[in-house]
Nanobody, 123 residues
Framework: QLQASGGGLVQAGGSLRLSCAAS????????MGWFRQAPGKEREFVIS????????SVVDSVKGRFSISRDNVKSTVILEMNSLKPEDTAVYYCAASFRRFDPPSLESEFAIWGQGTQVTVSS
């Protein structure tokens, strides 16, 4: 199971930190990722991290602003979001993948999903 938290309302240019806590199977066997879904839009990939934490994949629209990290002891993945823009407003979902090496980026590669957490960026 995955439990996401940390969403909220922030002004443009601000920062937020999302957390996703995993329970059950050994956390280090999952690659982890974050997706988001804005109103009226399809869910889109944002960022992911490999099992080891050594590799990440990130969508161009958030490069340089968002980062992902993981703590395999605490079974937690963190999404740091800086320089937020109104277009970052969405429900953010964490997800787990059994992909072994490169960090996944396709929705179909993720097998377990957490509930979403709302991020709203005001202009």
């Amino acid at each position: 199971q995955l439990q996401a938290s940390g969403g909220g309302l922030v002004q443009a240019g601000g920062s937020l930190r999302l957390s996703c806590a995993a329970s059950g199977r050994t956390f280090s066997t999952y690659a982890m990722g974050w997706f988001r879904q804005a109103p009226g839009k399809e869910r889109e990939f944002v960022i992911s991290i490999s099992r080891s934490g050594f590799s990440t994949s990130v969508v161009d629209s958030v490069k340089g602003r968002f980062s992902i990290s993981r703590d395999n002891v605490k079974s937690t993945v963190i999404l740091e979001m800086n320089s937020l823009k109104p277009e970052d407003t969405a429900v953010y979902y964490c997800a787990a993948s059994f992909r072994r090496f490169d960090p996944p980026s396709l929705e179909s590669e993720f097998a377990i999903w957490g509930q979403g957490t709302q991020v709203t960026v005001s202009s």
